[in-house]
């Protein structure tokens, strides 16, 4: 079945062995378990339970939060497919059952046969750490892992097929453990399938865009909005740090032009939840990303020496991000297809459509119910059609319309202020990266926090891209925000960046950081290791520190707590 969110939803609600009403003989079972934050862990598991299934398997499909681990333990033939959200986090849909595992007896998977795949984006610290975690606990918990985890980048479509078809070969050759009549035996402390709340993906709530505000100057290279929404449900219940999720809907331009290249009319139904065509490429499945895997399918029946296909081939990750960068579902069909398609074959191919998080702009405490969002619109002309991001571009359309969305807050697990108002806070945050910070200095503000507050900025030019430029000095002349540092990175001959401002105060950073400041970082994921690296600088030049010690130093600031990124 599929939910009112399009989350897939496949179960058995048995144990684990089934007889083929055929033949009468046993039939090989598999349940895939996934804990998914965006769609794509529940995209390649459903993507697994279709493959497994062409080959005879009874497999079922579940989220985690859906059966507690003592049901797990119950399966036949386990696999995970998880991806890691935040910092080395559990996705929200695998966090109750991770917390439960964690209280489980000591053989509660004992000669359960298992394995793990596990999906992440290696740009990131953590790297695969919640299907690490996972895999490693079930391991101690008795169970039988069949072959090595797999950790998939993000091209998962393209490195995880072989470690697939082996794990469907290998779990054939799996005898299920044997099980006695008791249920309950390795009762697991408070295990009940987590409750579903309400503020999530599958149950989101609501808002309406009350307000919108040009940020940037007319002539910069980027226009970047400030946008007040008014929300109902647990969306108001936030902490400055925490993200609102924006579930977008497809432009009915883009639909329109990919139903004309299908040759569709448009009210065709393909799926057996009876929608039409055009709402399901409306508001169901991903256009503007266009994924590795779906490039791959497409270019299969291409000439040896078509370039996109060669592309493919070459096994080259980064050259094949570089001809997507820019590129929706459409461009891609047209670069690589003529009228060939098959429209119900390209629809099973489609990822569902992602919500797109944004660090929150506003505090509790100054903004009341209001929810204030940074956003950089993505817009561009390319191949004689205006391409628009789908989520800046659906803001835009519902600040104008006043159209009700839906939304969902999304809770940091690190990066909020420190429970102690009296420390000191040292924010990094380029461009819109500047946004959790504004919340930051907001509630600092009337909540009289004790603390000092130190700022640094950055982006290309000053003039038309210094993005709340009055609120920072009116907080600087009222005093909330004690050090304000700023980079500005064309507005003169050398490029000039927020890490090159951070080794230049290295002093007085060291001084903070001695006191017990701590430092927060938000930007895109490039920026992390740059920020890493100018911190490193300042330990070595001002705390007299080895290499080593200043490692040692960093990494005990972030298991403190004391700095912390949100990058993307």
Not at 153 to 165: F, N, P
Not at 299 to 317: F, I, K, Q, T
Not at 342 to 370: K, T, V, W
Request: glycine share 8%; proline share 5%; aromatic share 8%.
């Amino acid at each position: 079945m599929t939910t009112d969110t399009g989350e897939l939803v496949r179960t058995n609600q048995g144990t684990s062995s089934e007889v083929s009403s055929e033949t009468g003989t046993a039939v090989q079972t598999l349940s895939v378990l996934y804990g998914s934050q965006t769609g794509n862990a529940e995209f390649l598991a459903s993507k697994i339970v279709d493959k497994a299934n062409g080959q005879g398997y009874a497999a079922e499909l579940m989220s985690l939060d859906m059966l507690t681990p003592q049901d797990a333990a119950r399966k036949d033939r386990l696999l995970i497919v998880t991806a890691t959200h935040d910092n080395g986090h559990m996705p929200d849909n695998a966090q109750p059952f991770w917390d439960q595992l964690q209280s489980a007896g000591s053989d509660l998977f004992k000669d359960v046969p298992f394995a793990v795949l596990a999906i992440g984006d290696s740009m990131y610290e953590d790297f695969c750490k919640a299907g690490s975690d996972l895999d490693e606990r079930l391991g101690e918990l008795g169970g039988k892992r069949i072959l090595d985890r797999l950790d998939c980048d993000v091209d998962y479509d393209l490195t995880s097929g072989k470690w697939i078809r082996g794990m469907l070969e290998t779990f054939k050759t799996v005898v299920p453990k044997k099980r006695d009549n008791n249920p309950e035996d390795s009762t697991v402390p408070g295990a009940n399938p987590a409750e579903q709340p309400k503020g999530t993906r599958r149950e989101p709530d609501t808002a309406t865009v009350v307000e919108a505000r040009l940020l940037s100057a007319p002539e910069s290279e980027k226009e970047v909005w400030h946008y007040e929404l008014e929300v109902s449900g647990d969306s108001r219940n936030y902490r400055p740090g925490d993200s609102l999720a924006v579930i977008p809907t497809n432009s009915i331009e883009l639909v329109e032009d990919l139903l004309g290249f299908l040759g569709l009319a448009g009210s065709e139904v393909f799926g057996e939840d009876g929608k039409t065509v055009r709402e399901t490429l409306q508001n169901d499945y991903e256009l503007r990303l266009p994924h590795l895997g779906i490039v791959a399918w497409l270019v299969e029946n291409l000439a040896p020496d078509h370039p996109v296909r060669n592309l493919v081939e070459s096994g080259d990750r980064n050259a094949l991000e570089d001809w997507l960068w820019g590129r929706d579902m459409l461009d891609v069909l047209q670069e690589t297809r003529t009228t060939d398609v098959d429209p119900g074959e390209f629809l099973s191919m489609l990822r569902p459509l992602q919500h797109r998080s944004y660090s929150i702009a506003s505090s509790p405490l100054a903004d009341g119910d209001r929810i204030h969002l940074t956003v950089s619109t993505v817009q561009y002309e390319t191949a004689g059609r205006r391409h628009s991001g789908a989520c800046s571009g659906f803001l835009q359309s519902a600040a104008q319309t006043k159209t009700t969305i839906k939304v969902f807050p999304l809770p940091a697990h690190e990066f909020h202020l420190p429970h102690d108002n009296s420390a000191d806070v040292i924010m990094v945050g380029p461009g819109v990266g500047v946004a959790p910070f504004r919340g930051f200095l907001r509630d600092r503000e009337v909540s009289q926090a004790r603390g000092r507050n130190w700022l640094f900025f950055g982006d290309r030019h000053e003039k038309p891209s210094w993005l709340y430029q009055e609120e920072m000095e009116e907080l600087q002349s009222n005093g909330v925000l004690n050090r304000l540092s700023v980079a500005f990175s064309r507005d003169q001959q050398g490029k000039v960046y927020v890490q090159d401002r951070i080794r230049e105060e290295g002093e007085d950073i060291f001084a903070w950081l001695s006191g017990g400041a701590s430092v927060y970082v938000c930007g895109g994921k490039q920026i992390a290791p740059d920020i890493d690296e100018a911190l490193l600088a300042v330990l070595r030049s001002h705390g007299a520190m080895t290499p080593e010690k200043a490692h040692d130093y960093l990494q005990s600031l972030k298991s403190e707590g004391r700095y912390v990124k949100d990058v993307y």
